[in-house]
């Protein structure tokens, strides 16, 4: 999916993940199966698509930067055949990225040109990745429970709908926070009732919005 040039500039990005503290060779494995140029245009592709830096994708959205992608994903302990709800599908790099994890992924977008875009994306390299166009914070009922649950913008709390609809023992990753920077956030969910809260220190993402009213369609 890659030639020698975009493989390079990929294997690179993956040795400095390695350096920031990324261990899980299996997610250093899928950042290095999934084609982050692709989600470039030409003229950005060569200069931007494998650095560490998040990127505009329009409508004033960004593709996470890797090493979040990377933190995220590690954060949720992936095993082939899990079930992941993801809140904000964006450019869909990180729902590839998930499914080179063997996970089978349910993604929700609120942009109606991204929820095209990414749908795109993902079909035309073979992801096979259920993408709804909607409002994440209440999650997908109709397909839970998920092993683990990971929401790629910025929320304002925890909604309850995602820890409803975490199995038993699973795990919601959420970056918390209304300023400009967010806590991320591990809940791991203990029984019925209980869950268990850890925090990772900080990071920046776009909010999570919820007027659904407000997207601009194509
Ligand atoms: N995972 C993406 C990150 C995209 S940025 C990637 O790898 O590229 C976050 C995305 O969350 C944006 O596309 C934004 O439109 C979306 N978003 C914000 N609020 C949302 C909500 N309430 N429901 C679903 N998606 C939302």
């Not at 950042?31 to 994708?57: E, G, M, N």
């Not at 590839?96 to 109606?112: D, N, P, T, Y």
Request: glycine share 8%; with cysteine; charged share 25%.
């Amino acid at each position: 999916m890659k030639n020698n040039k975009y493989k390079g500039l990929c294997s690179k990005l993956v040795a400095h993940l390695k350096e920031k503290g990324i261990k899980d060779q299996k997610v250093l494995n899928a950042i290095s199966s999934t084609p982050r140029h692709l989600l470039f245009d030409l003229v950005f592709r060569d200069k931007f698509a494998y650095q560490d830096i998040a990127f505009p994708i329009g409508e004033n959205q960004t593709i996470s930067q890797p090493y979040t992608v990377a933190f995220q994903s590690e954060l949720l302990h992936v095993k082939r055949g899990d079930k992941i709800l993801e809140i904000g599908t964006g450019s869909g790099y990180q729902t590839a990225v998930l499914c080179e994890l063997g996970a089978k992924v349910f993604s929700i977008e609120r942009q109606k040109s991204l929820f095209q875009s990414a749908k795109l994306f993902l079909n035309q390299n073979n992801y096979r990745a259920q993408l709804f166009f909607g409002d994440g914070f209440l999650g997908k009922k109709v397909f839970a429970p998920y092993d683990s649950v990971i929401v790629t913008c910025g929320a304002p709390y925890v909604p309850e709908e995602l820890k409803d609809q975490l199995k038993l023992g699973g795990r919601l990753v959420i970056p918390v926070g209304e300023g400009d920077v967010q806590q991320m956030m591990l809940i791991q969910r203990l029984n019925e009732s209980d869950y268990k809260e850890t925090v990772y220190g900080e990071f920046k993402f776009v909010p999570m919005l919820k007027n659904i009213n407000n997207y601009k369609s194509v």
